[in-house]
C-alpha cells in the first residue's frame, strides 16, 4: 500500500495514530466499515463498542496482527502495512488475557520478553526502571502463578512496555479486579499517558470517566461517536431531569408526579428515608416543570425535602448512541 497521505518524508505527522477508511470483510459480512478516527501524541482514548462492534479488529489492524480489506493506518507517521516490523517496534499491547510464562519469575519473565522485543537498551536498568513505574519490584523474584491477578495484570503492563514504545494499547485492563486493583491500575494508566498514546478498550464504561481524554464509539463496524469524555454529553444533548426527595405516600406520589404536563418519566430512587422517598424525574422539551410539580405536591400537602440536578451517566449515552443508530436502519 502507499504511504498515508498524512505520513511525511522527514517523520514529521500530525497524528501518532490515523486510521482511515478501514474497511474489514469476513466472507460476505464487515467487521468494519469505513472506520476512520486519528489520535494526537499523548491522548487516553476510550475505544468503546457492544461485543461483536469491531474493537477488536481494529486493534488487530492497529498492531499489525491483521490486515484490513482496504484502507490504510499509522502510527508515529509511518504505514502499519508496508513497514510492519517499524510499526510494531513502537507499539506496546496488552491483550485481556496476558500472555504470561506462569512458571517463570517476574523477573525472567520480563528478561524473556526484553530478549525477544530485540531491545538495545540496559537491560537491568531498563527492567528495575519498568518494575518501580508498575510497582512490581517487591515481587520480581516470585513465581507468576504465585501472583494475585492484580499483580499478574500489572506484569501483563511491564510487558508491555519494554522497548519504551509510543503507543500503548490495553484491552479490558481492569476485569476481574478488585476495587482497590482497579483503582491501582487507573492511576497507572494515567502516569503511562504523561509520555504515551494510549487507546484503552473497555466494557467499563466508569473506567473511561475515570481515566479517558476522549470516547470514540463502535457499532455494527461504525464509528458513531468520537468526542471529548466532558463534552460527550453536550454534545448529544443535556439530560433533562433531576433527584427529588418527597414526603408522602410512594405510590400516590408516584402517580402524581407522571401526571404532570411534560413529565416523560419518574422511577424511585432507593429505600424509604424517614417518611420520605427519593424520585428520578424526566421530562421533554423547554418547559421548567418544577413550579407546576411544587404547586401540586403543595396541594396534596406532601413537601419537597430535597432536589438536585442529575447529569446524564455514560452509561445513559451509550444505550443513547447505540438505539439511536439502530433506529437510523
Known sequence: MCAHPRAHAKGIYIFMIEINNLVKKFGKKYALDGVSFSIKKGEIVGFLGPNGAGKSTTMNIITGYISPTSGSVTVGGVDVFSEPMKVKKMIGFLPEQPPLYIDMTVWEYLCFVYELKGCKMNKSAHLSEICE????????????KNLSKGYKQRVGIAAAIIGGPDVLIFDEPTV?????????????????????????????????????????????GKI???????KLSEALGQSNRFRVKISGPSREVLNLLKSIHGVTRVTQDGAREGDAFPYI????????????????????????LAMEGVDISLEDLFVKLIDGEEEKR
Open 281 to 304: 424525574v424526566e421530562y421533554s422539551g423547554s418547559i421548567d416543570i418544577r413550579k407546576m410539580m411544587f404547586r401540586a405536591l403543595a396541594d396534596k400537602g406532601w413537601p419537597i
Open 133 to 144: 513505574l508498575v510497582k512490581i519490584t517487591d515481587v520480581k523474584n516470585r513465581l507468576i
Open 224 to 230: 458513531i461517536a468520537d468526542e471529548k469524555t466532558a
Open 176 to 220: 476481574g479486579l478488585d476495587p482497590k486493583q482497579i483503582i491501582e491500575i487507573r492511576s497507572l494508566l494515567r502516569a503511562l499517558s504523561k509520555e504515551r498514546t494510549i487507546i484503552l478498550s473497555t466494557h467499563i464504561l466508569s473506567e473511561v470517566q475515570a481515566v479517558c481524554d476522549r470516547i470514540v464509539v463502535i457499532n455494527a
